[in-house]
């Protein structure tokens, strides 16, 4: 069975520094990986996906995610947190099936001014 | 502008009705899904369907159900047997199925059992 986990239910760092949000997958096929956003009490954004063109994905508002299948990782990171920045962020993933995509329980990012 | 509808934002229930979840997109998608969220427990799959008339279970299917009689409409009905209905609903779709194709999210409908 797939599954998707998110080191950490809560990360706090400083406005200005290094953002660094944890996700190890498992798939016995090479999977398609996702990381969304989600402000409170609204639907998730889509930041950046795998989908093996590049192991370093780039999204949207600096964030980027680095896919190392010898870790089964693909963690997300930013240069500079911003306060715009605190939200709760899943990590999501797709095997071979045709169905949904298997959720990480997600990591909630506080930023500290 | 293009995107998904979810409607109503807040929903109250008294235990023992079946309500619906309303859920719209000008997207042109064929596949679209509904996911339960709950605090700490990530997004949970409860229904899918890949095409008008078509839907599958999810991992979580028992006490809801949908029908996808339009291409545009997925809607969500919470029944009575749902024992603990109380959640955030998202539905999403996206092209197709498979592969890389990312999911677009409605802004969700909170379900309140009174």
């Known amino acids: 069975a797939q599954s998707v986990t998110q080191l950490g239910s809560h990360v706090s760092v400083s406005e200005g520094a290094l953002v660094l949000l944890r996700c190890n997958y498992s798939?016995?096929?090479?999977?398609?990986l996702f990381w969304y956003v989600q402000y409170p009490n609204q639907g998730l954004q889509l930041l950046l996906k795998?989908?093996?063109?590049?192991?370093l994905v780039k999204g949207i508002n600096g964030f980027e995610a680095e896919f190392k299948k010898s870790e089964t990782s693909f963690h997300l990171t930013k240069p500079s947190a911003h306060m715009s920045d605190a939200a709760e962020y899943f990590c999501a993933m797709r095997g071979g099936g045709a169905d949904g995509l298997t959720f990480g329980k997600g990591t909630h990012l506080i930023i500290q001014p | 502008d293009g995107g998904i509808t979810q409607s109503p934002k807040y929903l109250f229930r008294k235990e023992g009705q079946n309500v619906t979840l309303s859920c719209e997109q000008n997207?042109?998608?064929?596949?679209m899904y509904w996911y339960r969220q709950d605090p700490g427990q990530g997004l949970r799959l409860i229904y899918y369907s890949q095409i008008v008339n078509d839907f599958q279970k999810g991992d979580i299917a028992e006490g809801y159900s949908v029908s996808r009689e339009k291409k545009e409409s997925f809607p969500l009905t919470v029944t009575s047997a749902q024992k603990n209905p109380t959640a955030f609903y998202l539905c999403a779709s996206s092209i197709w199925i498979a592969g890389d194709n990312e999911q677009f999210f409605g802004p969700g409908t909170r379900l309140t059992v009174l």
């Open positions: 997207l042109n998608h064929d596949a």
């Open positions: 795998y989908t093996s063109a590049a192991t």
């Open positions: 798939s016995s096929v090479p999977p398609y």
